[in-house]
């Protein structure tokens, strides 16, 4: 178990310092401060990230009990506020019906309010929403929070991209880790067995307490210090599972979609290892890399309906097929594969990616979803695959 966070008892007579977290006293005379957690985001995932969570600071001495979760307030066709459901009825009946999420989850609809104590922060919201909520809780958070993220998506700057975890850091100034790996919610919510994996930068000691945070007898988290390898397996899985959704819809068979993982996969490796040279080969044999490609392409939203997008040969939208299958849930693939486009295309790099660069153009109309095949199996030039690695 983690050590709590110490701090000296006060002199006697000494007013007794303010502060928002409960502590125990430990043998040796210490004041033993207990973290506060709040999940930022009430989707599925965010919703069973919390369920996790509460379960075990119920248990562990080192956390507060209760377990705060922002939710961006919606109303039901009932009339009622979502957050006032929840809190009713133990349940988010909007994005995980029918699961109970422990006493000690408390949805709150103000981002400030539900922030303002925790000293660890989960954040779960779709990527695209990650600037304006990091920019309304700029000076709002506490100076020695720690930070992680389940969110899966990657930011195009024309300096290059930008990971969620390093837009977290950057604009809270606080350390971020992160946690990826082979989670369909859904299955998690029942208590099927599943793995995750923390990935964190120097310190051993706060990626224990994340594992701890999150491990239950039916999720176990492992730790590697490798944020962006980590990451970038989250993010570009997504991509490589819109093509397992073609395949699926053009009703192609079991063959081309294992020949389109491998390829995803071999991708996903060559664009991680050429944005980040100190991402680890043994990262992508983790829960986070083949584990994620291979759950994410078999049952995930984005093969899902990018599977229904080529049944109807390319005729129907993206936007308009999550609004009808998703029921306010987002897709991460189709805007990800958007942006690592415009990353492949500004560096030169769209010959080496032929896959990631094939299922940008179908979902942008300019292919056929049939393409998936013609062109995927192309080899990249390993000329110009050299010539990448050497300018980096």
Not at 364 to 389: C, D, E
């Amino acid at each position: 178990m983690a050590p709590g966070f110490k701090q000296q008892l006060p002199q006697v007579g000494a007013a007794a310092p303010h502060n928002t977290c409960s502590s125990n006293i430990s043998d040796d005379g210490q004041v033993l401060l207990k973290s506060k957690v709040t999940v930022v985001g009430s989707g599925n995932w965010g919703t069973v990230a919390a369920k996790l969570i509460a379960s075990n600071t119920l248990k562990l001495g080192s956390f507060h009990e209760e377990v705060r979760m922002w939710v961006f307030e919606e109303t039901l066709p009932s009339g009622e506020k979502l957050t006032d459901v929840i809190n009713r009825t133990n349940e988010n009946v909007k994005y995980l019906p029918g699961i109970k999420l422990g006493k000690n989850v408390v949805a709150d609809p103000d981002l400030e309010n539900a922030v303002k104590d925790a000293n660890m922060l989960v954040f779960t919201t779709p990527h695209q929403f990650m600037e304006g909520i990091c920019k309304t809780l700029v000076g709002k958070i506490k100076t020695d929070a720690e930070a992680i993220s389940l969110v899966k998506g990657v930011e195009v700057k024309m300096e290059g991209p930008r990971m969620t975890s390093n837009l977290i850091s950057e604009k809270l100034g606080i350390n971020c880790s992160v946690l990826m790996g082979a989670n369909i919610a859904n299955e998690i919510a029942v208590e099927k067995f599943s793995e995750a994996t923390v990935g964190y930068r120097e310190n051993e000691e706060i990626a224990e307490k994340w594992v701890q945070l999150f491990s239950t007898s039916y999720f176990m988290v492992t730790a590697v210090q490798d944020v962006e390898g980590v990451e970038l397996c989250g993010t570009l899985k997504n991509v490589v599972a819109i093509a397992a959704g073609f395949v699926d819809g053009l009703e192609m068979g079991n063959n081309t979609k294992a020949a389109i993982m491998r390829i995803g996969l071999k991708e996903m490796r060559a664009l991680s290892k050429l944005l980040f040279l100190s991402v680890k080969d043994s990262t992508f044999f983790e829960s986070c890399g083949v584990a994620d490609l291979i759950t994410t392409c078999l049952g995930g939203r984005n093969r899902k309906v990018a599977e229904a997008f080529a049944k109807n040969g390319g005729q129907r939208s993206f936007d308009e097929l999550e609004a009808e299958m998703l029921q306010g849930q987002k897709l991460q693939g189709v805007s990800t594969a958007r942006e690592v486009y415009e990353v492949l295309s500004h560096r030169g790099w769209l010959e080496l990616f032929p896959l990631f660069t094939i299922v940008h153009e179908i979902c942008t109309g300019h292919l056929p979803p049939s393409a998936i095949v013609k062109y995927s199996g192309q080899k990249p030039k390993l000329s110009l695959l050299k010539a990448s690695v050497n300018c980096h």
